[in-house]
């Protein structure tokens, strides 16, 4: 794959990412043997598994993928002693629009994945494991299925791991272009070969019910390579990178309006998104202003550049005190975005500049989930598409006085009302876009079509896409 | 519907990965005959569904989900645009408008909806897609199984002399 070649930036501290565009680095298994690759794989088999576990919530390490769950808590729901097989599924659906991480990983470093994947099967005990892979990386199947062989003829998968009685089979599976794939139960369903449609819950947690209801461990991509590092460093040690509660690196994929977007790996928490857009991205194009940021992929709340949060910070003797902060000051870690309103998700930073039309934005968003809704929830199903329909009719100067108070009443029926978080993630973006931008959507609405942006002519298309509802 | 032995062992080396349940190997079955056949006919989900004891619907119901299967051929060589906003930012929709005049495709008005658009002598498909998850070197797409990151208007015509 034509990887942009870059070097790392100066702040960036690579773990994960560490052999991402490294010269002369090949994904072929004895590059990475020559590495001290699979080293921490024989040093886990000498471990119990249970002290895996206790080492991964030692280290406070939080799933990578969107939600940013506590892996050592996910993995401490399979019950000691169980007795039906267990399976442990590696998501590499990366379908967050904003998100472009686990590819690199998976092209050009794919027995990291896997080491970490064996480690964790190990930990939990799971003797079948797959790697369910989006359908639109033809190639990161092929590269995955070539390297699990070389990972096999090493003695590393298979029968008896390097003779300490551990067996384990991993198959790579394609997805075939659904988003809702990324659901961990949809995930469960689609590789059980149904549509993938999300579980209603409870069973909160595939590790309860899972793939052919035995417990399951989903797991994203860069949660699994994570796991090789505690393994090597220790889960305390690894806990003392990044914050409390947010450990670890992080790995950004910023997209949009900057003048060097790419992938990061960060301490979490080690910067500010000031600090991500101008120092490390070189900040805006020559005479743009910065107006709006979606910090962790397209489902996350909008941050409008000009306004202030208020957060509370905990202070080191235990009390908190609140602080104003402008969006330049807004530290990129779970719980800091979360603070703000939005979501640090799965890394996807979306810049967009002053040239840009809010509610052009938002109907590229609206199409997006109108198109990727599974059509489980009439709530999700009917009112994505709803959505979609009604910006678009905005934009194509069709706009009526109320249509701004529909939207918004539309996506808060929608949130909290569907099996999946599906149902929050394609009414976040309305919801908020909205609330920040209240303005541009009532010009449209009473306008017929005349922006306030300067250039929203340029980019309204007059054959705007038309939502096309489940899977087609 | 010929089935050559070659593919016919490779199906049935998939199964294999399914240990508990045969059911599972339908996408990658599926997957495997579109590759073969340019598309996914009747025939070839009642064959999946019979080589799996499964019910006809079970797989037509699978094809009719997945964005990624189709029931028609698409073109000689195939043309995914990613749609989704990083892309959009970047310039995807008149990049799409671009393929389809050098490739020869008539887009109809509101052409950025239909599922597959095709070229009247059948060389090239073209397909506006969500995110293909390479936002930071926006526009992307994919023709066939390459995958072409940055991709300028400009650099259409010179893309597309390499499949002929």
Redesign the interface.
Known sequence: ??A?ARTPHPRERRIIFKNIDREGWTPDIDCYLKDGGYEELKKALTMPPQDIVAEVKTSGLRGRGGAGFPCGAKWGFIRPGETK?IYLICNAD???????K??YIIHQDPHQLLEGMIISCFAVNAR?AYIYI??????GAKILEQAIQEAKNHGFLGKNILGSGFDLEI?V???????ICGEETGMVE???????YPRIKPPYFPAALG??MSPTIVNNVETLCNVKHIVKMGGAEYAKIGRPNNTGTRLL?????VQR???FELETGGLTMGELIYDICGGLRPGRKLKAV?PGG?SAKVLRADERYKIKTKQPDGTTVEEEIGIDDIRIDFDSLAAVGSMAGSG?V?V?DDS?DMVW?LN??N??YA??S?GQCTPCREGSLWMSKITTRLLDGGGADGDTDILKSVADNIAGRTICAFGEACAWPTQSFIAKFPDEFLAYASKNGKSSSAEAAEHK??????A?G??? | MEIPQELSDHIDEVIT?????K??????L??LLQEHFGYLSDEAITWVAAK?GLEPI?IL??V??????RQSPAGKHHI?VC????C??GGA?PLLDTFCKHASIE?P?????A?LLKSADGKYSIE???????????PVC?IN?D????VSEESVPELLKKYQ
């Open positions: 794959m034509p942009i097989p990366e379908s967050e629009p904003g998100t472009f686990d590819r079948l989006r359908g639109e990386f033809p190639l198959y599976h394609r997805g075939a272009g659904a988003y689609s590789l059980e070969g149904k549509r993938p793939l052919y994929c910023v997209s949009g309006d977007p790419g992938y979606i397209s996807g979306i967009m840009r934005a590229n968003i199409d997006f198109h990727e599974c298309s007059d054959d705007k896409p038309k096309s489940t899977g087609h | 990965h399914y240990p508990v349940s059911r599972s190997a339908a996408l990658p599926l997957h799996l079970n119901e699978l009719t989900f997945y964005p990624m299967f995914r749609r989704t906003l990083s959009a930012m929709y887009k008005p509101h052409g950025h909806n599922h506006f897609v969500e995110c293909l998850a390479s936002c930071g070197t926006a994919m199984d995958f072409y990151e940055a």
